[in-house]
């Protein structure tokens, strides 16, 4: 069911509007003439593609961007969000799909920003203002964060939280959240949730975007697709495989490709009961073609996992072995050497240098190998990461824009395609396709799948529990930094996975 953007005014009027917006970036057209309506007391889902202009739309009704032709109206009446603070000065708030905490400042600090408590002297009175954090965070439900931290010291699950209780507490009227999820696990997911659904029955509305479907259909009541810059139509009903069709323009049949087979293959990772921050006494083994993923909430030792077997987080006791010889990974430069290639989740602060271009970002990893004659033999480097750019289809205007430029996904692909490029025989995936729509996933699902038949091992954590059903041949499930379960293909569920996972854990929030 289509519904066209509607044109009352007064009360009966949508809450927010944007009619025929326009927006471009150079040559590329981010809107071209897109329009989009959600009212008070619903939940709206924008959907499409990376790239499709959903962030674009988002940063222009959140007085972030200006668009190049089109108005904004709020409650039927045209107005100029000429930025932030005025779009404030509407109800009309925004989590943005990067992260806009200073890492340097405390939670409380980065909470009560601009309304920070004063005593004597009108000086900042720190203590009240840890007090007052506190009992914000308790009152959302949140537990072990410590308003008096550092935000740099936070997880990205604990950072995106801060974000979101930080727009909460102002009460908006207009909520817009691109991808607030995208780095929550399950847990955190339902907690946010539980404060949509209560704000959309205080009669608030509230805009978001996501790449899960299973998230858009649990908590929005109509779902508005764009493609290409423009809006494909508004939706209170529709099924999974018509709006991919109608996001993709082509038909996805089977999201998930089958399993390769898995012959008994030599081990070509093994951990020995590993221990390290977060990590305590891991045994695994990983074997040449196989697909070994690893799930389980946020916060129970994946990451830390994942990072001291690529030299990036300090292990305190166990081994590592590489081919069935024991090796030393002190580092990720001895990592690499040894033919491991980690893809991690945070594409902001650990992957991309974001002002350098998509091509030296994707053949950053390979860059010894292309010097290995002590020139870097820049034809063969360009050629490398056009192939790539095309499979992966990356949407880039060229090699040498710098790569902060793209859309969100398109960030993502680049720093998958930087490792697919290094000759990596284990391959560690670290939740790569969060926040990727679902034809790039699909791409990626059929990536992972051809790297085993190669014969590469990938080891794959994903706060997807369903991709981890499947894709995997075992799945392993974390909890408290052990290996709680182990389940394996066929008959894995995703069920399964989270029962698993859940069982006695503890998390941010609850
Ligand atoms: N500051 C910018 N400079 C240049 N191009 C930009 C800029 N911001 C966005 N674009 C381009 O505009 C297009 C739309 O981007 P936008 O971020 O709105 O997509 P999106 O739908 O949010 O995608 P995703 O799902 O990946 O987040 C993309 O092609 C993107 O590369
Ligand atoms: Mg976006």
């Known amino acids: 069911m289509s519904e066209g953007?509607?044109?009352?005014?007064?009360?009966?009027?949508?809450?927010?509007?944007?009619?025929?917006?326009?927006?471009?970036?150079?040559?590329?057209?981010?809107?071209?003439?897109?329009?989009?309506?959600?009212?008070?007391?619903?939940?709206h889902a924008l959907v499409g593609e990376n790239g499709a202009g959903k962030s674009t739309?988002?940063?222009?009704?959140?007085?972030?961007l200006r668009a190049d032709a089109g108005e904004v109206r709020l409650a039927g009446g045209t107005v100029e969000l000429d930025s932030p603070d005025a779009a404030?000065?509407?109800?009309?708030?925004?989590?943005?799909?990067?992260?806009?905490?200073?890492?340097?400042?405390?939670?409380?600090?980065?909470?009560?920003?601009?309304?920070?408590?004063r005593g004597a002297f009108r000086l900042i009175d720190r203590a009240r203002m840890a007090k007052e954090a506190d009992a914000v965070l308790a009152g959302l439900g949140i537990h072990n964060i410590d308003p008096r931290g550092l935000v740099e010291d936070l997880s990205l699950a604990q950072q995106q939280i801060v974000e979101i209780v930080r727009v909460i507490v102002q009460d908006p009227d207009i909520l817009l959240l691109d991808e607030p999820t995208s780095?929550?696990?399950?847990?955190?997911?339902?907690?946010?949730?539980?404060?949509?659904?209560?704000?959309?029955?205080?009669?608030?509305?509230?805009?978001?975007?996501?790449?899960?479907?299973?998230?858009?259909?649990?908590?929005?009541?109509?779902?508005?697709?764009?493609?290409?810059?423009?809006?494909?139509?508004?939706?209170?009903?529709?099924?999974?495989?018509?709006?991919?069709?109608?996001?993709?323009?082509?038909?996805?049949?089977?999201?998930?490709?089958?399993?390769?087979?898995?012959?008994?293959?030599?081990?070509?990772?093994?951990?020995?009961?590993?221990?390290?921050?977060?990590?305590?006494?891991?045994?695994?083994?990983?074997?040449?073609g196989e697909i070994l993923g690893v799930g389980g909430l946020a916060g129970?030792?994946?990451?830390?996992?994942?990072?001291?077997?690529?030299?990036?987080?300090p292990t305190t006791g166990g081994e590592i072995l590489v081919n069935e010889s024991k090796v030393r990974?002190?580092?990720?430069?001895?990592?690499?050497?040894?033919?491991?290639?980690?893809?991690?989740?945070?594409?902001?602060?650990e992957g991309l240098i974001l002002p350098m271009s998509v091509g030296t970002n994707l053949t950053l990893a390979i860059l010894p190998q292309l010097s290995a004659l002590g020139v870097i033999r820049g034809g063969h480097e360009g050629r490398a990461a056009l192939n790539m750019v095309g499979k992966l289809k990356i949407r880039t205007p060229g090699l040498r824009n710098p790569v902060h430029q793209l859309s969100g996904g398109n960030q993502q692909k680049v720093l998958l395609?930087?490792?697919?490029?290094?000759?990596?025989?284990?391959?560690?995936?670290?939740d790569v396709t969060r926040g990727v729509d679902v034809a790039t996933k699909h791409e990626i699902y059929e990536l992972m799948t051809s790297l085993a038949r190669e014969g590469r091992a990938v080891l794959f954590y994903s706060s997807d529990a369903e991709e981890l059903a499947h894709l995997s041949h075992r799945v392993l499930v974390m909890r408290e930094g052990r290996i709680a379960a182990e389940l394996a293909a066929p008959g894995i569920t995703a069920e399964d996975i989270v029962s698993a996972a859940v069982r006695e854990a503890t998390s941010i929030v609850g």
């Not at 430069?333 to 602060?349: N, Q, S």
Request: proline content about 5%; charged content about 20%; some cysteine.
């Open 5 to 43: 953007p509607a044109t009352a005014s007064g009360p009966t009027a949508p809450a927010i509007e944007g009619i025929k917006l326009s927006r471009a970036f150079g040559g590329v057209q981010a809107l071209a003439g897109a329009s989009f309506s959600a009212r008070r007391g619903e939940v």
């Open 57 to 64: 739309l988002i940063k222009i009704l959140g007085g972030r």
């Open 88 to 117: 404030h000065r509407h109800g009309v708030w925004t989590v943005f799909q990067e992260l806009t905490l200073l890492p340097w400042m405390t939670v409380a600090e980065n909470l009560l920003i601009r309304r920070e408590p």
């Open 183 to 288: 780095s929550l696990g399950e847990n955190e997911v339902e907690w946010l949730f539980g404060l949509i659904r209560d704000l959309s029955s205080r009669n608030k509305c509230i805009i978001f975007t996501s790449h899960r479907w299973k998230e858009i259909t649990d908590v929005a009541d109509r779902i508005t697709i764009f493609r290409n810059g423009g809006e494909l139509g508004t939706f209170t009903e529709i099924d999974e495989n018509r709006a991919v069709t109608l996001m993709t323009g082509q038909q996805v049949d089977a999201l998930y490709p089958e399993r390769p087979a898995l012959e008994a293959a030599r081990p070509l990772l093994e951990a020995r009961a590993l221990n390290g921050p977060g990590v305590s006494g891991v045994s695994l083994t990983l074997r040449r």
């Open 300 to 313: 129970h030792g994946h990451r830390e996992l994942f990072f001291s077997l690529f030299g990036a987080a």
């Open 329 to 349: 990974i002190s580092n990720p430069h001895d990592a690499i050497g040894l033919g491991i290639a980690l893809v991690p989740e945070d594409r902001k602060t």
């Open 417 to 430: 395609a930087r490792w697919l490029l290094a000759d990596s025989h284990i391959v560690l995936l670290y």
